[in-house]
């Protein structure tokens, strides 16, 4: 059993920057992937950015190059850094992680065949033009 608790969520104006963070606690040893996901109530979930254990990274198109995705395994904590925020990157956040599991190209992560998924239950971000 794993639980994913995000922080860091918040208001901002456009251009600016904010940090999320996902911590983990409870089984988190071997393959896994941690990705955030992003949900604006009126679209379906978006991948954004995942990680896998060994560093790998992937990011959607529409965050590349503004958004980065790190992790502290001495922590077992993942990190997203948001910069260039946008509105229209206003959405709930919400941190994903599977065991054993895969990246997928556009910032996904899923769990393996029969590996486990869990979620935590989301920070808010909100862009102001």
């Known amino acids: 059993q794993v639980e994913l608790v995000e922080s860091g969520g918040g208001s901002v104006q456009a251009g600016g920057s904010l940090r999320l963070s996902c911590a983990a606690s409870g089984d988190t040893a071997g393959s896994y992937c941690m990705g955030w996901f992003r949900h604006d109530g009126e679209t379906t979930r978006q991948g954004v950015a995942a990680i896998d254990s060994d560093g790998a990274t992937t990011y959607s198109d529409s965050v590349k190059g503004r958004f980065i995705i790190s992790k502290d395994d001495t922590k077992n904590i993942m990190y997203l850094q948001m910069n260039m925020l946008k509105p229209e990157d206003t959405a709930t956040y919400s941190c994903?992680?599977?065991?054993?599991?895969?990246?997928?190209?556009?910032?996904?992560?899923?769990?393996?065949?029969?590996?486990?998924?869990?979620w935590g239950k989301g920070t808010l971000v909100t862009v102001s033009a």
């Open positions: 994903f992680t599977g065991a054993p599991g895969v990246l997928q190209s556009g910032g996904y992560c899923h769990a393996r065949k029969y590996g486990k998924e869990y």
